[in-house]
């Protein structure tokens, strides 16, 4: 961009009346307005230089926080008084609204809303507003701005909801209700924005109080329906949620009943492992206290670094059942590893070992007592028999060594 394009800018925004300095010979120049008085302050600077100064200012800056200061001096770069302006702005807005272009909308309305909400808020604080002669403002004009100002909120409120910016959509609409507690499109917009984010018990108020202002509106009576459906709807989910909820606890007591009924021993770590669906349990039903227990089993073949795990080790079966399809392992190329060529091992609560019988059901082993049932997964060892012995003096020497430093 050249500085004459810069100034061109400039002098374009300021307007025509204050447009001033001589006119230019070149007949293409003819129709472009004449420079402010202000651009003989860049004559000496770059290009790059003039960008960077109209930038500190909130009148051409793009970059800035929005604030009722900064709004009331982007208000200065317009001709005409707030009241046209405003006007101007909505008009603009409705244009692009009707094209159903929401974002350009939603623009213009938020200029317009710049241009008359800084007025609205100095005569809250008690200050005098006036127009560009400084004449106070009538009662008249104050009452025609604060009808363009609430118009600009509920317009922009219903670009919000069609964006589906919801909060930004109640928030605008509560402006408009400040300027006007009887305007029925903003009790129905922030209503409709309120429910789609769940938040029905505000949007039931909300509705209920423009219904008293027009028991017949016909959109606040869709959204009532609307309320009424969604209302229903988050009941059932609840009551469905408060029986699931009542259901898992009955199993979860279930469970624990059947293990003290076992004398089986569990504890919780502060890190479970991820097992997905698998997990201890009644089966076949979770419900009925005559079904039996169902346990998450790890194989652990300490000698090799290995393990195998089993989803469902059922208190009534054998581990010879289950080493019967877990053999002959694949990585086994010695062939050490078969049902009659192994020693079993749980460890016990006090950190020993139980030998574990083949052929003896899981409730017998854990029915002991001495077995402790951690995060709900059985550990059992599995070793050769010729390396078993070495192993299990070896697990105790480590054991006693742990319990020594502590």
């Known amino acids: ?3 004459d394009a810069i100034a061109d800018q400039v002098a374009r925004t300021m307007g025509p009346q204050q447009a001033t300095g001589p006119a230019s010979n070149d007949p293409t120049q003819a129709t472009r307005p004449q420079l402010p008085p202000g651009h003989a302050l860049h004559s000496n600077m770059t290009v790059d230089e003039v960008v960077a100064d109209l930038n500190k200012s909130p009148l051409f800056m793009t970059e800035y926080e929005e604030n009722d200061d900064t709004a009331a001096l982007q208000a200065l770069a317009y001709e005409g008084s707030p009241l046209e302006n405003g006007s101007d702005f909505k008009e603009k807005g409705n244009e692009y609204y009707r ?13 317009g809303i710049q241009v008359l909400a800084p007025e609205e808020k100095k005569r809250q604080s008690g200050e005098l507003t006036t127009d560009n002669e400084g004449k106070i403002d009538s009662d008249e004009t104050i009452q025609e701005q604060r009808a363009v100002l609430e118009s600009l909120y509920g317009n922009r409120a219903a670009c919000h909801l069609e964006l589906k910016n919801y909060r930004s959509c109640w928030v605008d609409c509560a402006a408009a209700l400040r300027l006007n507690p ?21 949007a039931d108020d909300v509705c209920a109080r423009g219904l008293a202002l027009d028991e017949n509106n016909a959109s606040l009576k869709l959204v009532a329906d609307d309320i009424v459906v969604k209302a229903k709807a988050r009941d059932a989910k609840r009551q469905k949620d408060a029986e699931r909820e009542a ?7 279930l469970l624990k009943a059947a293990l003290k009924a076992r ?13 997905e669906d698998t997990k201890l349990e009644l089966v076949p039903d979770p419900d009925d206290p005559r079904s039996t227990l169902s346990f998450p089993t790890v194989l652990l073949y300490p000698k090799d670094l290995e393990s195998d795990f089993i989803k469902a080790f059922n208190e009534m079966q054998t581990l010879e059942e289950h080493l019967g399809y877990v053999f002959p392992l694949p990585w086994d190329k010695q062939g050490r590893y078969t049902t009659e060529g192994v020693e079993c091992y749980v460890e016990t609560r006090e950190g020993g070992l139980l030998k574990m019988g083949k052929r003896v059901t899981l409730l017998k082993v854990l029915g002991t007592g001495k077995v402790e049932v951690v995060d709900g997964v059985v550990r059992i060892f599995v070793l050769p028999k010729a390396q078993a012995d070495e192993w299990v003096k070896t697990f105790k020497e480590q054991k006693k060594a742990i319990a020594g430093k502590a």
């Open 247 to 253: 259901l898992l606890k009955r199993r979860e007591y």
């Open 182 to 202: 009887k305007n029925i499109k903003a009790y129905y917009r922030s209503a409709r924005a309120l429910l789609a984010v769940g938040r029905i018990e505000e």
């Open 99 to 111: 094209a159903k272009l929401w974002t350009d909308a939603n623009e213009f309305y938020t200029k």
């Open 263 to 275: 004398n089986i021993p569990t504890r919780t770590t502060d890190k479970p492992p991820e097992m």
């Open 1 to 3: 961009m050249d500085l």
